[in-house]
């Protein structure tokens, strides 16, 4: 059941923007990892797909490895198939950290820290603009970094058994956006230019601010990166940031005497490619991986830029990098094969990929966070399949799932026993749902469970215990919004209605609960307990602190 808490107090004047697009827009602009809507991600969705009905089964096995870059007879070949769509990252959810949900409002000015067990609500004061949150890890407290775009400065939020602490520390840079180290030392704020609507030629957003977290000792400094950076991270040291630009990888030296400093820029190639390739950095920060518009996977040095060009039998549609970065997985639509580099071993031996052709056309990939699977498909065209690989198996081989409707993206659960699979637009198919979504059981060579739903998705979480993976969906034509549980191994579904449009969902871990945010003049967000299915409603954080009705 679904019980809603009111949060009743002195309505405040509000901007323009909040009274028209709703608290919970400001969600969207506070970049908190909200979903775009799958409308813009299956643009130009396939034609004649199999219909939504019925379950799955394991249909063949691809063939076996063949080491080297020899090119074997398999699969399809591409014969002009438009790229792949990368959907994933287009569904997140907004900022947890332990057992608090943090929410922006850029145009009250605050931030709302909501206890995802008692579900109490707090508001604290940022700055001018407060639109961007970022969790930072701690072993001890809940943090959370929130960017005040109008202001130029970060307000570091701490909540601890003692309360709550907010510092303001300054950020010239500005920006749309936060990397965080793995320690929760470093930060840095920056621009991403691929988030940015027809840029100005000139602007090459090229400046950031690399803030220093230690508690009592916080300070931002300002630094200059390469021609429109596209992405950042930290080595696992925390030692060294990488800003991926339009211009190669800017390392950024983060512990030396002198404080953070830009010490290097190791360019893609000589000359620079038209195009910036796609990028994985290794976790050492020793290499990065390059895929581009080339039949070959480079491998440059992050030490001394020496780079060195692993060939393929094909162009490579896809590129991803497991979690440890001791393998690179590379798909070849053209010829169905996916190529297994080892790293750093294909540094010094590039003729040390593996090729596995796989029963099927595949043009993207999903890995999972913990172990060795991997997973593959298309969403060029319209395909059912989807094919499983145990990447350290000797040797490697593919299992082959006949799913009941065309794939779009897919969500392994950490530890990669289960996957959540979100299909594409249905009612070419013939079926009146408008998107489904299949749980198909990996560990286990088991039928997948397809459920349809009653309306598009708009955001996926996977629960880090793999146990669980919230679906929320909504339609403001039809006025249908709902939230989906789905759990893990049992497959049991459950559907809750929401009372407005979800933005985003997501899982606090520290309290086994999802959550999903939804839009709303004040404020909504609907809890839901993931062990026992009950979901609490809350609604107006700017309304007020006082919770009316009570809590379980």
Known sequence: ????????????????????????????????????????????????????????????????????????????????????????????????????????????????????????????????????????????????????????????????????????????????????????????????????????????YQDITVLDLTPGAEKATPLTVGYRPFAVSFDAGSGRAFAVTEDGVSVVSLDGPGGPAVIKNIAFSDPPPALAPDVSITPDGAYALLRSDQPSIGVLSLSDGVRVDVPLPGKPTDLDLSADGTRAVAVIRDTSQVALLPVPGVFTSPQSVTLVTVDALIGSTSLAAQGSKAFFYTNAVSSPLLAVMDTLAAPPTSRVIKLRAPILAVFPTPDGSHALVLHDALFDAGSHYPAAFSVAPIALDLPPKIVGLDAPVISIA???????????????????????????????????????????????????????????????????????GDARTLTGFELGTQVVDGSK
């Open 1 to 204: 059941m679904d019980d809603e808490i009111r949060y009743l107090g002195p309505r405040r004047a509000r901007r323009p923007y909040l009274r028209e697009h709703g608290f919970a827009a400001s969600l969207v602009a506070a970049g908190l990892g909200c979903a775009a809507l799958v409308a813009a991600c299956s643009e130009g969705s396939n034609d004649n797909g199999p219909g939504a009905t019925g379950g799955g089964s394991t249909v063949g096995s691809g063939g076996g490895p063949s080491t080297g870059v020899g090119v074997t007879s398999g699969g399809p070949v591409d014969a002009g198939l438009p790229p792949e769509k990368e959907v994933e990252s287009s569904y997140g959810a907004p900022v947890a950290t332990g057992k608090y949900v943090w929410v922006a409002n850029p145009s009250s000015g605050r931030v709302a820290y909501i206890d995802a067990v008692t579900l109490e609500i707090k508001l604290v004061d940022a700055g001018n603009g407060p639109t961007y949150v970022a969790a930072v890890p701690d072993a001890k407290d809940d943090v959370a970094l929130v960017l005040n775009v109008l202001s130029s400065d970060a307000t570091l939020l701490r909540a601890s058994s003692k309360g709550l602490t907010a510092l303001s520390i300054p950020v010239p840079s500005s920006g749309n956006g936060w990397s965080v180290s793995a320690n929760g030392h470093w930060a840095v704020a920056w621009t991403s230019s691929r988030s940015i609507k027809s840029p100005d030629p000139v602007e090459g």
């Open 462 to 532: 996977v629960a880090p215990a793999g146990d669980h993976g919230l679906i929320a969906t909504g339609d403001q034509a039809t006025g249908i919004y709902q939230l989906v549980v789905a759990s893990m191994p049992s497959l049991a579904v459950q559907k809750l209605p929401l009372a407005s449009l979800p933005i985003a969902a997501g899982i606090v871990a520290g309290a086994n609960r999802g959550f999903v945010a939804q839009k709303h003049p004040d404020g909504r967000i609907t809890f839901v307990n993931l062990e026992t």
